[in-house]
Nanobody, 115 residues
């Protein structure tokens, strides 16, 4: 079993920032890749950003230059710094940890960008 504690979501205005955190525990180790996905109403879940245990990152084109993913391997925690938020960033954001074919998901945190 893997447990996630996600935090940092909320309601912000366009142009503002949020920082999401996701702390993992249980049957998980530092070599898992970790990341963030999001799902907007009526749309499929999509990758936002991911990071390997060694720090290699991958971003969706729509967030490049605005979002930064990072992790603390000692705490099994992944962060997503989101700057210059846009209304189209509104979605439920899910933390993810993957090792080979094994994938674990957090419960999700709502991010709403609206004026």
């Amino acid at each position: 079993q893997v447990q996630f504690v996600e935090s940092g979501g909320g309601l912000v205005q366009p142009g503002e920032s949020l920082r999401l955190s996701c702390a993992a525990s249980g049957s998980i180790h530092m070599f898992y890749s970790m990341g963030w996905y999001r799902q907007a109403p009526g749309k499929q879940r999509e990758l936002v950003a991911s990071i390997t245990h060694g720090g290699t990152t991958n971003y969706a084109d729509s967030v490049k230059g605005r979002f930064t993913i990072s992790r603390d391997n000692t705490k099994l925690t992944v962060y997503l710094q989101m700057n210059s938020l846009k209304p189209e960033d509104t979605a439920v954001y899910y933390c993810n940890a993957a090792w080979g074919s094994t994938v674990h998901w957090g419960q999700g945190t709502q991010v709403t960008v609206s004026s």
